[in-house]
């Protein structure tokens, strides 16, 4: 790859983006009406106003070839309507690959265009060019901005981003990738039971291997265990490089991938080592799902639906773009909120999760992620029901929820609540003997909850 084109509507927000995945891939940032205005000397509507719509068209064109000549790989942001023409989109896609953001909402585009004044001198063309930008595969639906990492959300673009690293793949995903092997330097077994360091120091071998250096980046492609690992070890390897994170699950997608939580697991619990290390990008194509089996789909819904009660009952659930979005921003809010857990506020994240993981770990890991956090949640929203917290009737409600995506909400047979309190202890949201809970008190009503376990649960 050479270019990476950011396309849209105008207003879509094409140069906030091009810019910040150009400093996360560390490339170069090209704006082509940057390149009009320069070259011009003078603004883009002085142009429309002398020499029409067709001069400003031919300086665009210019602008794209000059852009395309830049030397090296780089981000370019053109204009709303530079690929309209023909030879435009051959030149562009001869030079790389072009990402097109998705139209935003009608009342968000106008208010945009407006506040852009007379530099958007054709006004909202979005409904006009509608089937245009649909051609193109490649699409961003949403993105965020949180410290350290530019998000996107969208279908069709891994392919052609996932070779700007040295990569760490799942092994399922390069089973169904051989073309990602050029790119690969460690395949990750699945299953948490590899979330180990001893396999951290097997991908520390792998990067000395692959030369990998301080100013050097690494790539992860698979699930929350592929990600947690590889930014863990990106975080240790020389102290810290930069990594790029493509989760492939839905699970990872609307959980693990964002927040910047990298680790393994250790025999004492889950997630007791590790590092704050966000990575540098987070592509979440929805693509990657088409190939998951529906076992590994609910998984994802359960933290889906975690989020939905954290905000609220109108928070998405699903696995569109928009969807995926949405629910994320729930995640995503909270983060921004607390991203070191200093202020208490993420705690609200670990709903369902205390208990989830000791049933996981009870389990010896028979029960996915997913199923545990279900479980976890529903005994969490009796647990807050006991202590009066939340209504009677609340726990059956939630997992109601749970059941329709076709989750187990009981503990399985033979596992008692009570015999599950020493592995609560192995909380790290604990002092001593007494845990912080997230407890589940109703939708958008999740509470930080102190629980002393020395007693045994309420």
Request: charged share 20%; aromatic share 6%; net charge negative.
């Amino acid at each position: 790859m050479s270019k990476i084109f950011i396309y849209g509507p105008p207003a879509s927000g094409k140069t906030t983006l091009g810019k910040a995945i150009a400093e996360a891939l560390r490339m170069r940032f090209v704006d082509t009406d940057a390149i009009v205005v320069q070259r011009t000397g003078t603004s883009i509507s002085e142009i429309f106003a002398t020499s029409g719509e067709a001069g400003f068209r031919n300086l665009e064109s210019a602008a794209l070839a000059e852009a395309c000549a830049v030397e090296g790989d780089a981000v370019v942001a053109l204009g709303g309507g530079t690929l309209l023409k023909d030879e435009n989109r051959r030149l562009a896609e001869a030079n790389g690959c072009v990402l097109c953001i998705d139209e935003p909402s009608a009342a968000e585009l106008e208010e945009r265009i407006a506040a852009a004044g007379k530099t958007r001198p054709l006004g909202n063309k979005a409904a006009e060019r509608r089937g245009h930008y649909a051609s193109f595969p490649m699409r961003i639906g949403a993105f965020f901005f949180l410290e350290g990492s530019t998000v996107i959300v969208g279908r069709g673009f891994a392919k052609a981003l996932l070779p700007l690293a040295p990569l760490v793949v799942d092994e399922n995903i390069s089973a169904l990738h051989p073309e990602l092997d050029d790119s690969t330097i460690f395949t990750m077994p699945s299953g948490e039971e590899f979330k180990t360091p001893a396999l951290i120091m097997e991908m520390w071998s792998a990067f000395a291997q692959a030369g990998l250096g301080r100013k050097n980046r690494v790539a992860a492609a698979g699930g929350g265990v592929t990600g947690d690992m590889t930014g863990f070890a990106a975080a240790t390897w020389m102290r810290g490089i930069d990594w790029l994170n493509f989760p492939t699950t839905l699970l990872s997608m609307v959980d693990a991938s964002t927040g910047g939580k990298t680790g393994c697991d250790l025999p004492e619990g889950k997630n007791l080592a590790g590092a704050f290390h966000s990575p540098r990008l987070v592509a979440i194509d929805v693509d990657f799902l088409s190939t998951l089996p529906p076992e590994v789909l609910k998984c994802g819904l359960a933290e889906m639906i975690k989020h939905r009660a954290i905000g609220g009952k109108d928070v998405p659930v699903g696995t569109e773009p928009k969807e995926i979005a949405g629910n994320l921003a729930v995640k995503i809010g909270v983060v921004k909120d607390d991203p070191f857990e200093t202020k208490g506020r993420r705690i609200l994240l670990n709903c369902g999760h205390t208990i989830g993981h000791a049933v996981e770990k009870a389990s010896d890991y028979a029960l996915s992620h997913g199923e545990a956090v279900a479980i976890g949640c529903v005994e969490e929203a009796k647990l807050a029901a006991r202590m009066g917290l939340a209504p009677t009737g609340w726990p059956e409600e939630f997992a109601a929820a749970f059941k329709a995506a076709g989750l187990p909400v009981a503990l399985p047979a033979g596992m008692e609540l009570a015999t599950l309190v020493p592995l609560m202890k192995g909380d790290k949201k604990k002092s001593g003997d007494t845990v912080t809970f997230a407890l589940p008190c109703g939708w958008g009503d999740v509470r930080g909850v102190k629980i002393d376990l020395s007693k045994g649960l309420p």
